[in-house]
């Protein structure tokens, strides 16, 4: 191309010059022109062909998006399979190779189970963006989750198929019911294998007393009253028990004894079997040890097995049964069934019954003897109160030690050797299953090192035998569903004696995912249901309205879960982390140095991180920085002492239950904590919060996402003095504002519908003056729980009858300024009061008047204490028709209406004490002559207890020799 026209010849003035200049601008102008056209069009096809490669890309990607989607699908419905595996592989566990093989499956259940959980908060982000067209956010994922051709989900995917086939492949789906080897679980008998029983006299006379056997029982005098009873039962025996349906048990009697294992049930029933006056009292006795399973059939062989070989040969069920029903027809029987679990009660108790079919016919005295570690099955069987039988006291249990480490040589006792015997013994917790593990132990060596070694030893520690008290408590766990053994074992990363609450463990189950969803149930009352099958089955205590595990059972939850929970007790305990811990307590009272904490975040699949360790320095924001920025599948976190949430806490995307607490001093939450879409619950004590998240408090313009945190579901605020607002997510069912003098009522809950709020507890609220400003109706339709403590200023409660619908439980404690005049709630079931103020009518807690109790048709239990000034409730039981318990104490109170308790046909339980006031329970007469005749038709009581009562009655229930005890009924 000419740029620009021949020139010819030469410049010979300025006006040529000028010309060429305006030629030469000429040209440059058009190929600028041209030029620009070109790179226009240039530009333009660059740009549609980028866009034609990004829709293309994208296109692509949200195809691999939903084969991921697909993918992940099939990976969750492997899961439930893959459970059931787990729990048969479970029973074999003690096998080195299926534990090798179950541990590497337990780790690529956990990784599945967080990958899909990581999905989901992806789910959950596009729902609470409010963008539910965009693919965005499931690309994000599919880009963490894959690199070049490798896929996470289906790698995960391929290693639960391998390891699933490598067990199956070992038979485990062979097996028609779980079951321990013989070698694990030994059979049990009626000949005791201990030469002395200690300790248990009262015991012995306790069953014996139960199994109707007479002080004296002569073999002459017994026929004599058997024929007798024959004679007079004739009439009420059906002759063929097949024919009739009806599966009431009315000739004998069932009598459970309950406890821990290794306490000694099975001993107690062996030397009930083989007492003398047991054995002259029945024509027959029966041993079975149930064990594996409660068959039927099998159990039905082995009683016919203990008087006649040839009858158990038979194989069908009818005719087994026809043969026991017509050797027992006329028997007096003992029936022993040794160790019964739960499954002795499925197909809703069917099982139970029919193996009862064939004893309907006994002679009129039988018993059935059941031991059990569960309280389900003695609540279940029982026809007389369950004996509940603990550990040995005291010099009986040391006695016992002595025998089990020196046998009949234990008279003499080096007294070095006894001090630290003694200080053994309270770490058995009275087991006699315990102090024979521990007795061997000691036989090895008879010298004061090796029992010091012993001493500072943990138990779980030691190398265990097949009649030890791990593998038996072992079993106790092993016979949990999976659900249940992943809750307790879980347990293991608190400390012993650790006081367990109900509602925060159920919270934090159902944070890690334990608790399995079941239909509209809600979920929480699944997790409660949990807790109540371990309290049970006897792996929890109630120990002062808390909860508590034995230490030997908390020896076995750390024994099952060593390769997953771990807790930090020195500093020198970091270096014994197993590298697949997933749950992390840190307890030490020591210091602890920055660079160990920081060298937590190599534990990458840490679901669990409780810190309860007061870390003041300042090094500490790092430590959480890093935490938060490679512990990323941590669902629940508790932290005592911390300075500030760092901004990177927004990347645990799996954090359900978040706990801070005491020491930590921040005032606020960072921006990024909106994006835990899954935070479920948020407790904050004592600490310097000036706000929360926009999730909690709309008032807060500064926050842009307000209801991200919809899941949040328990909120608890104690001692946070300087927070003045807040609002909830509509989800929320419990919360707990204590200690927030400052908050103002009006934004205490706004413009939601809180129609899933069950729990409320209003503690040390000091300016709290109307529980109705702060609760207005539309907020309380579901409400159940409503504990008021210590408001100093609060005045006014509600007193409609529609205010609380669903209410059933209310505590009213140190709040003396109220002065409502009553509170009407006809789904009431518990009413606790204790210095209530002027709650009801003129109460005071100086001058009550009940006029409130007796509307409350569904009430089971009532407390009134610290109400001084009470002098009578004559007039206000009214209409208590479920009442169960009555406790009063601390009053001053006059007189009883006996006229009215002798009406409550469920009451259980009263209890007065410290009313020193007390004259009369009757107006005239003689307190032991009217005893009979005031207590006939209280025929569910079971327990009256009266302590420091002073007055005339006081000294009528001395001359009957009852004043300051308490009595079972």
Known sequence: MDILPPTIGVISGINECVSLFQQVRSAVSSVRSRWNATNMQSHQEDVELHSRSDSQEQALQEDEVLQLQSDLRDLRDTLPVVYSLIDLAEWRNHEQCVAK?????????????????????????????????????????????????????????????????????????????????????????????????????????????????????????????????????????????????????????????????????????????????????????????????????????????????????????????????????????????????????????????????????????????????????????????????????????????????????????????????????PKLMGSPLAAKTVGRLLQISIDTTHWENILNSELWDLEQEETDILPALRLSYIYLPLHLKRCFSFCAVYPKDYKFQKQSLAEIWIAEGFVEPRGDIPIENIGHRYFDDLVNRSFFEKHRGTYVIHDLLHDMAQLVSKDECFTIKVQSDFQKIPPSVRHLSILSSTKIDRDSLLSLSRYKKLRTLLCNKSIRSMALASVMDRWCTELLCIRVFLCTSMREFPESISNLKHLRYLEVSWSCTFNSFPSGFCNLYNLQALYAKNCKLECLPSDLSESLPSWSHPQNMRNLKSLSLYGCNSLKAISVSRNLQHINPNEMPEVVADNMLVDNSFSSLVDVVIEKCENLASLEQFLPPAFVPAIKRLPIIDCESLELIPTKTWYFPSLEELKVCNCPKITSQCLLALSLKILGLDNPGNLGGDIKCSSLSLSIIGKFPLLTHLTIEFCHNLHTVDDHFLYLPAIQSIRITCCNLLSLPTQRLGGFPFLKYLDISWCSGLEWLWNSGNFSALIPSYLENLTSLKSLEMDQITGEMGQETQDAGLKGSGADC
């Not at 002459?220 to 009439?235: D, F, G, L, W, Y």
């Not at 009683?303 to 043969?323: C, G, H, M, P």
């Not at 809703?348 to 009862?356: L, M, V």
Request: net charge positive.
């Open 101 to 425: 093989l179950l541990e590497k499956l337990k780790d690529a259940v956990y990784e599945a189970e967080d990958l899909i959980d990581e999905f989901a908060w992806y789910e959950l982000k596009v729902s609470a963006e409010g963008n539910a067209t965009s693919v965005q956010p499931y690309i994000d994922f599919f880009r963490s989750v894959t690199r070049g051709r490798f896929n996470k989900v289906t790698d995960i995917h391929k290693r639960l198929t391998n390891r699933s086939g490598d067990l199956k492949d070992m038979g485990l789906l062979r097996q028609v019911s779980p079951r321990f080897d013989k070698a694990v679980r030994p059979e049990t008998s009626s000949f005791p294998t201990e030469t002395k029983i200690f300790g248990r006299e009262e015991e012995v006379k306790q069953v014996i007393k139960c199994l109707g056997v007479p002080a004296k029982c002569g073999r002459t005098n017994s026929k004599r009253k058997r024929r007798s009873a024959i004679v007079e039962s004739a009439s009420n025996q059906v002759n063929n028990i097949h024919g009739n349906n009806e599966t009431i048990i009315t000739n004998f009697s069932v009598l459970p004894i309950v406890g821990l294992g290794g306490v000694g049930k099975t001993t107690l029933a062996q030397n009930i079997c083989n007492h003398p006056q047991v054995k002259s009292h029945f024509d027959l006795i029966i041993w079975i040890c149930v064990s594996d399973d409660f068959d039927v059939k099998r159990l039905t062989k082995e009683a016919i097995q203990s008087y006649s070989e040839r009858d158990a040969v038979k194989d069908n069920l009818n005719s087994l049964q026809n043969s026991l029903a017509i050797k027992l027809k006329t028997k007096r029987l003992l029936l022993v069934l040794d160790d019964m679990w739960d499954d002795a009660l499925k197909k809703n108790g069917q099982c139970w019954e029919r193996f009862c079919v064939p004893l309907k016919n006994v002679l009129h005295g039988s018993m059935i003897l059941v031991t059990t570690r569960s309280q389900n099955v003695a609540d279940r069987v029982h026809t007389m109160d369950p004996i509940k039988l603990e550990g040995l006291k005291d010099d009986v249990f040391w006695d016992f030690f002595k025998h089990s480490v020196f046998g009949l040589n234990s008279s003499q006792v080096e007294p070095e050797l006894e001090r630290i015997g003694r200080n053994i013994l």
